[in-house]
């Protein structure tokens, strides 16, 4: 099946709950081929729980998730990456052990096709294969600007700068969606420009649609397209930034009345 009338992803009434309490109550959102949505809501409102059950983390015990067409609610995690969603996360998971070039290439495992016995011996089909991934690791470090970092070990790197190779990890799956789970968290003006800027060309010059977790506010009303607001597990309003932005729902959700 593919995708109608440009949606990429459909969330239909999707209900979670842990034990008794409901985390996400009949949530309907659609992304479409083109644009950056955005998801906000005050602190426990379910957005992560949201992009958890999308990428298969979390089983909605109710609706369906559609992802160009085809059912994927209760696929496996790793199925969902095959089919192209790609994921980043709140708390940074990266090898930080290891370089930004390995960590690039690590991501590349679902497009590897020799085996661990050709890979080993390092040469003809292996090797073809390898340096075609590192064009790829290649590309996104120089569009993401991280050279003069690509072989220094994660865990020494500043905090965002570990976001932004989290992002290249993300794009280096080739997905055909990304969810980002608060992608500028924690940091510093300058760090949420260039964020920014790289969240707009994704979907500028790779033409991959984002889902998009934020609290800061401003960053939001700049890059979404548009913009859904989730309050204790339920939509409360859905439109373009300027809307969001005015509406007496969504500023009573985050200050109260």
Same mark, same amino acid.
């Given at each position: 099946? $593919? =995708? @109608? ?6 969330? @239909?009434?999707?209900? /979670? ?9 009949? &949530?309907? +959102?659609?992304?479409?081929?083109? =644009? ?5 809501? *005050? ?16 089983? *909605?015990?109710?609706? %369906? ?22 994921? $980043?996360?709140?708390?940074? =998971? /990266? ?12 991501? !590349?495992?679902?497009?590897?096709? @020799? ?19 590192? =064009? ?10 991280? %050279? #003069?970092? !690509? ?17 290249? !990890?993300? /794009?280096?799956?080739?997905?055909? +969606?990304?969810?980002?789970?608060? *992608? ?11 964020? #920014? !800027? ?14 998009? &977790? ?21 939509? +409360? ?10 509406? *007496?729902?969504?500023?009573? #959700?985050?200050?109260?009345?």
């Amino acid at each position: 099946m $593919t =995708e @109608q009338n440009g949606v990429k992803l459909k969330v @239909q009434g999707i209900s /979670l709950y842990f034990g008794k309490l409901r985390a996400l109550g009949g &949530v309907d +959102i659609e992304v479409r081929g083109s =644009e950056i949505l955005a998801i906000i809501g *005050p602190n426990g409102a379910g957005k992560s729980c949201l992009l958890n059950c999308i990428n298969g983390f979390y089983r *909605p015990q109710e609706g %369906e998730i559609l992802f160009e067409g085809r059912n994927i609610t209760h696929l496996a995690t790793h199925k969902i990456a095959e089919m192209g969603v790609s994921r $980043t996360f709140q708390n940074i =998971e /990266l090898y930080t052990g290891l370089s930004v070039l390995d960590n690039l290439m690590a991501a !590349r495992h679902l497009h590897m096709k @020799q085996g661990a016995l050709a890979g080993a011996f390092y040469f003809g089909p292996a090797y073809r294969e390898e340096m075609k991934h590192r =064009e790829v690791v290649e590309d996104i470090i120089d569009f993401l600007e991280m %050279e #003069a970092i !690509r072989k220094k070990v994660v865990g020494l790197l500043p905090y965002g700068m570990r976001k932004r190779v989290e992002l290249g !990890r993300a /794009l280096a799956l080739e997905p055909k +969606i990304l969810l980002l789970d608060e *992608p500028m968290a924690g940091m510093n003006i300058d760090e949420k420009e260039d964020m #920014a !800027r790289f969240i707009i060309d994704t979907i500028e010059l790779r033409r991959i649609p984002i889902m998009l &977790v934020e609290h800061d506010m401003e960053v939001v009303v700049d890059i979404a397209d548009r913009i859904v607001v989730l309050d204790f597990g339920n939509k +409360i309003a859905e439109g373009i930034p300027s809307e969001i932005y005015a509406s *007496p729902t969504v500023i009573k #959700a985050y200050i109260g009345e």
